[in-house]
């Protein structure tokens, strides 16, 4: 089966350090998600693209995050300079979406990266 | 904006039951698709069922359907035969059809199933 591959899946670094998560979507998809998951906040968005464009990154801290996709097989999520509030789950997922509608295509996850920062 | 309300933080229910989670959600949006996940104690999203909102009968996916009330914009997930790897995370989400394509999730219902 098809799946998102996100790398690292555990990250411990201290306060201060660039951190840089990656993610291969799934062949085919021409979205893709960066979600952070919380035990306060539950699971936000956090930036979206569709066809490698940045379509939606209102809820990234533009001031240390940066999301891009340099090519279609790679999306990347950089925080520079890290601070401990950063610590949380992030998932990337890839989707499918149509023109005219979505259908019933869902979105994939990958396993996630559980980011610490001390 | 989107809202997706699940008002059960926590649910138990005996093996080989059936068992309901609630899920009521807001939009202005004339389409939209609505999703359940399941997330186990190892953390993976797994995507379980899709209900579409022009969709006329309920969407069933082997042990999981899927009970959509449009007037009440409800989608309840009804999880039959409960087992016990059916213990997880469940969260349900909604995406528009226009606009913007990101999922907005629930706060999620941790079920437990118990022998």
């Known amino acids: 089966d098809a799946r998102v591959t996100q790398t690292p899946r555990h990250k411990v670094t201290e306060m201060g350090q660039e951190v840089t998560m990656r993610c291969q979507p799934i062949?085919?998809?021409?979205?893709v998600f960066w979600y952070r998951q919380t035990m306060m906040q539950g699971l936000e968005l956090l930036a979206y693209f569709r066809n490698r464009a940045p379509l939606d990154d209102s809820g990234m801290p533009k001031d240390r995050f940066s999301a891009e996709m340099p090519d279609a097989t790679l999306a990347t999520l950089k925080i520079q300079p890290s601070e401990p509030r950063d610590s949380a789950v992030y998932f990337c997922?890839?989707?499918?979406?149509?023109?005219?509608?979505?259908?019933?295509?869902?979105?994939?996850f990958g396993d996630g990266t559980r980011l610490s920062i001390l | 904006a989107q809202k997706i309300t699940q008002t059960q933080p926590g649910m138990f229910v005996q093996e080989k039951e059936a068992v309901t989670l609630d899920c009521t959600y807001d939009t202005s949006d004339p389409s939209y698709g609505l999703f359940w996940y399941k997330q186990p104690s190892s953390g993976e999203m797994i995507f379980l069922i899709y209900?579409?909102?022009?969709?006329?009968q309920n969407a069933t996916e082997g042990r999981y359907s899927l009970n959509f009330q449009k007037a009440r914009k409800s989608a309840n997930l009804v999880i039959s035969a409960s087992q016990l790897g059916d213990s997880a995370m469940y969260f349900c989400a909604m995406r528009s059809d226009t606009g913007r394509r990101a999922l907005t999730f629930g706060s999620g219902t941790r079920l437990q199933v118990q022998p």
């Open positions: 209900q579409g909102s022009y969709d006329q």
């Open positions: 997922a890839s989707g499918l979406v149509l023109s005219r509608g979505s259908g019933n295509q869902p979105q994939h």
């Open positions: 062949l085919g998809h021409n979205t």
